[in-house]
C-alpha cells in the first residue's frame, strides 16, 4: 500500500510517499480503508524530530475517517462496510483525568492514517 512514510529527523522534505506493507488487524483490532486523512502542524514538528517518544520509521498523520474493511479475531459490534472517523488516542488507560505512560497516538509513536489502510482497536 502506500503511505506517508518517514525514516528520519531531516525535515518535511525527507517524507516521502513510500510502499509500505499493507496491515492485517490482530485480534480485537479492525482495518480502515482510509477515505480522508489530515496532515497537522504536528506531523511538521515530528518530520524535524521535535516530538517526544519517537519511533521511527513511522507512517504519518493522526486523524483519519474511512471504511472498515476487515475485522481481526475476536471482534463484535464495527462490521465490514462501516464507515467509521478513527479516534487516534491509544492506551488512555483507566483514570479519565489523566492518561497511563503507555499512552500514544496514531502517527506517532504508532503508526498512522496518511494511508491507503490502517489497523485500530475496534473499540
Known sequence: MKALYQETTEGPEAVRVAEVETPTPKAGE????????????REMWIARGLYPGMSLPTTMGCDGAGVVD??????????VGDEVVI?????????????QAEFGLLGMPHGGTIAEYVCVPAE
Open 30 to 41: 479492525v482495518r480502515v480503508a482510509i477515505k480522508a486523512a489530515s496532515v497537522n502542524h
Open 70 to 79: 476487515m475485522l481481526g479475531e475476536g471482534v463484535s459490534g464495527p462490521s
Open 87 to 99: 479516534y487516534p488516542g491509544l492506551d488512555w488507560g483507566n483514570n479519565r483525568h489523566a492518561p
